[in-house]
């Protein structure tokens, strides 16, 4: 409660838009508080953000009615593409916030309390790179208010670290966890073993030293999942797929996008997991897709794969 007293205390800052938001009042009070933080004057967007397809998704396979989803979008009036979507039901309770940070400080989401029917939190470049000042506040420490609420599924980036990770492995409603270019690293992931609950766990770090094929052992020790994702990697069967051998016969998915192995290796990961689905990206198309990454992953891998990797890479300069 200390925390909700405090955040609808401030003042909405002059530069942050009112907006006329189809949720319950206080809630309304919540998300319009989210903009007067970051201190960014905001508009409502005339369509729907590009997370609100799977943010709805998500919420029916939790089993919210289909036809009580709608949702609206919030956006920085300068900058189009920093925005977050707001997904609502009929009587005007937020059910998931998703969007394109920075938006999501330690003290926002500590004010989530005052959204009970809260379920899912997807913010990409949730924070600032490098050694920005402002990136503490934006480490994910915030998630140990949520502990006892409703959220099922979170995906978070950019300034999230371990500091996130041991709060959000404390949120037992949790069913889904993924992050993609944050400041985690393998140990973060230690924080995980034992959740009952989750069913989905997936890491992409661009090929940092943060995040090897050793995680797979770590992620191996959450005990009821059925779909992992390790994306971003170089992994080999002795020192990452092996690693996943308490999962035989329970695995629907293995994410490895982005990541570099051997055909030989992906064939005995396939016959260890012969129900699984394998998803891969083809090595030449990984350049297109982020030359940092496969610049690092050209540096990991043994001559053969490198190889293919440093052509795809010149043959991306050349365009």
């Known amino acids: 409660m200390k925390y909700l007293v405090f955040f609808l205390s401030l003042t909405l800052l002059g530069n942050a838009a009112e907006l006329n938001l189809p949720l319950l009042p206080a809630e309304a009070k919540i998300i319009q508080g989210i903009a ?57 309770h937020v059910l998931a916030i998703t969007g394109n940070g920075p938006w999501l400080r330690n003290s926002t989401l ?118 992992v994702g390790l994306g971003e990697c170089y992994v080999t069967y002795a020192g990452g797929f092996a690693l996943l051998a308490p999962f035989k016969g329970k695995l629907t998915e293995i994410n490895l996008t982005m990541c570099v192995a051997s055909e030989a290796d992906l064939a005995k990961l396939q016959a260890d997991h012969p129900q699984a689905k394998i998803l891969t990206t083809p090595l030449a198309e990984i350049p297109k897709r982020h030359i940092f990454v496969a610049r690092n992953l050209a540096k990991q891998a043994p001559p053969e794969l490198a190889a293919v990797l440093n052509a795809a890479i010149e043959q991306s300069r050349k365009k």
């Open 36 to 92: 007067a933080t970051e201190g960014i004057e905001v508009v409502l967007g005339s369509k729907p953000g590009f997370s609100a397809k799977g943010a709805a998704e998500t919420l029916v396979s939790l089993g919210v009615a289909k036809g009580d989803i709608a949702s609206v979008t919030v956006q920085s009036k300068e900058r189009e593409a920093v925005a977050f979507t707001v997904t609502h039901d009929k009587a005007g």
């Open 110 to 227: 500590r004010s989530f309390t005052a959204l009970p029917e809260l379920r899912v939190i997807r913010m990409d470049h949730n924070g600032f790179v490098g050694k920005d000042p402002r990136s503490p506040e934006f480490d994910g420490s915030g998630f140990d208010a949520l502990a006892d609420s409703k959220l099922a599924d979170i995906k978070m980036g950019l300034s999230f670290s371990d500091k996130g990770m041991e709060p959000c492995a404390k949120i037992k409603s949790l069913r889904s966890f993924s992050l993609a270019h944050s400041q985690a690293t393998e140990a973060g992931i230690a924080f995980f073993a034992g959740h009952a609950g989750l069913t989905s766990f997936s890491i992409s770090e661009m090929a940092s030293a943060r995040v090897t094929e050793k995680a797979l052992g770590a992620i191996a020790k959450i005990p009821n999942l059925t779909k």
